[in-house]
């Protein structure tokens, strides 16, 4: 009998006789290391941490009441698949009145999800063949471009520079990537960039989807998060149900990252086929919670307030990053504040600390100043800071400013001189 290999088992696409044997470490990995030996060198001193990806308080209580009083009745007990019509509902009622959305048929143009990331997991499924590209852009989420490689498909990367706005250049895409794509993934107010995109964009989008024959996804988990005007979706763009996608998610929105639920929309045959590989991998998320989903669409002075709270931060958050040297602007968008990383510190006597790029900064950061941050190296170096760090109270929110104020003053960055904008 051959030797039981437990190695050869693994699929290519995930290292194959490779797979477990790097040490490479993530930059996420890099990070909470650095953060667990800031703490074991400074034992209580106090770590601020802007680098989370997720709300930092809980679901309203009038969104937990409802999944209590829904988790009692025997009617949600089931295997939900792809949903009853209430989440349907509430979705298309959300789409017209806060975003602008009319006409969408909750039966035919709406599927709930267990979440836009397991929704962007399943998309690639229904679109890529092997050899066909995704255009997606970066820095980014990478849920969808990595779905893609699974499925032997390629990925063309549009960077977001802040000479363009941090929209991506469609006409840089070349024609031998275009006649092989099948999808343009977006993602607006964006993470990480805090960008918003504009209906001149969005109009611009259509017309180059129509040319090229591309479908368009656009996941939307931020769009409410807006600290003026409107929520922009792109379905409210002439055209952009013929083309796509778009993809609405209770987490940020609400405060629910770990309930798991949200909605995909849009051009009815993309929704079917979406429906019809998702029943194909998983049984639809717990009817109580999607009822409970539904009550926030239906409630949107919720993230209202949350996105007020994210505004007053945002402010604060600025001020602070200009007094330390940041070229840093306040969103419109999101919770990501995201600026150019500055290529030397003061460091200790003697010895100036110089970065090469946004991942030394980070981690530099944390070391020594105690303040964790994300760092981005795809198109430029640069840092996140995100405002949903724990904070007891105002009192206390403004003592952490204050506090953050001082470590990054102390550390006297220098920034490279800016040419071309
Ligand atoms: C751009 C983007 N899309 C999707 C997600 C995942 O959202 P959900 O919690 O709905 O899966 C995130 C979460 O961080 C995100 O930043």
New binding site residues.
Partial sequence: MPEYDLQRVFAERIGGMQYGKSHALYKFEKIKRAKRAATLAHPGAEIIDLGV??PDEMAFAEVVDKLCSEARLPSNRGYADNGDMVLKQAAARYLERVCGVSGIDPETEVVH????????SILPAMLINPGEYVLMTTP??P?FATHTKYYGGLVHNLPLTEENSFLPDLDSVPPSVLSRAKVLVL?YP???TGASATPEFFARTVVFAKQHNLVVIH?A??AALVFEGKPLSFLATPGAKEVGLE?H????TFN??GW???FVAGNPLLVKAYGDVKDNSDSGQFLAIQHAAAHGFDHPEITEQIAAKYSRRMDRLAQVLAEAGFSARKPKGSFFLYTRAPKAAAGKPGQPARFANAEEVSQWLITEKLVSTVPWDDAGAYLRFSVTFVAKDREDEGRIFGELQKRLCSARFEFQAITGL
């Fill in positions: 990806g997720e999800s267990i979440g836009s990331k397991a929704a962007l980014g989420y849920v993602n964006n993470n990480p996941d988990a931020y993809l998610s209770a987490s940020k629910m990252t798991r639920c949200g």
